[in-house]
């Protein structure tokens, strides 16, 4: 089981305000009209000292940034040597110039498509309401949306849970198509003994701010790294203008 962040891709919006109803997920995000993001953030966020900010600035002021990762299953096994070497055999071919892999799982199978269908979704629900950021897995939100989009990242990992708990239920049978498939390449070995805890989904506000601390240890660095992060900002407006 690999542990996977999310890369940053573009996605679309930055303007339209959080709809009125808390409970539904925000409005996804125009990047469009970076300017308008200090204004929608709320009176948390911004005041009118913002509107003479510049658009690097102002999302600065009015983002939080939100990572995604996912835990997921590995489907495929390297062959053994002794296996790479019985394949090259018929071929008169050397092993170690050979790459192979066995497939352990039936991933067309439609539970285990239901379980990463959900995944999908939580990627995409996680691009439709933020903006790209420099750092890799990483991507923008607004504050005023953080509520909303913590509640539905919570439903979904719920229902990326009941995904992997039926297809656990038919975990045997998946199981026995694979033992059919494989012929002597099945080892049992390869497979845990639940599906449970090989998939999962979590998600974190992580600081792209140089911490507080800093200006007191270091001013000379803590400003070094601010220039930075206002650099990368500056790099997440023009990533967005792209999108």
Not at 10 to 34: F, H, I, K, M, T
Not at 48 to 54: A, G, I, K, M, N
Not at 126 to 150: A, M, V, Y
Request: proline letters at 8%; aromatic letters at 8%; charged letters at 25%.
């Amino acid at each position: 089981m690999t542990t996977t962040p999310v890369s940053s891709v573009s996605s679309s919006s930055v303007a339209s305000a959080v709809r009125p109803d808390a409970d539904r997920p925000p409005d996804r995000l125009q990047p469009a009209e970076l300017s308008a993001v200090a204004e929608t953030a709320g009176p948390n966020v911004a005041d009118t000292s913002t509107t003479s900010l510049d658009p690097a600035e102002r999302l600065r002021q009015s983002t939080a940034a939100l990572r995604l990762s996912f835990s997921w299953l590995g489907t495929r096994r390297a062959l053994t040597a002794d296996q790479k070497a019985r394949a090259a055999r018929p071929f008169g071919a050397q092993h170690d110039f050979l790459s192979a892999a066995k497939k352990l799982l039936d991933t067309r199978h439609p539970l285990f498509q239901a379980v990463t269908a959900v995944r999908n979704r939580a990627v995409r629900f996680w691009k439709q309401h933020s903006l790209p950021f420099p750092e890799p897995g990483i991507r923008l939100i607004r504050r005023c949306d953080l509520q909303p989009i913590e509640r539905q990242m919570q439903q979904l990992r719920a229902e990326l849970q009941d995904a992997v708990h039926e297809l656990d239920r038919h975990y045997g049978e998946l199981r026995q198509i694979a033992r059919q498939r494989l012929g002597a390449l099945y080892d049992p070995a390869d497979y845990p003994t639940t599906l449970r805890d090989q998939f999962s989904m979590s998600w974190d506000y992580p600081s792209i701010e140089p911490p507080p601390y800093l200006q007191w240890l270091d001013p000379e660095l803590y400003r070094r790294e601010s220039r930075r992060a206002a650099e990368r900002f500056r790099e997440a407006v023009e990533l967005a203008e792209q999108a």
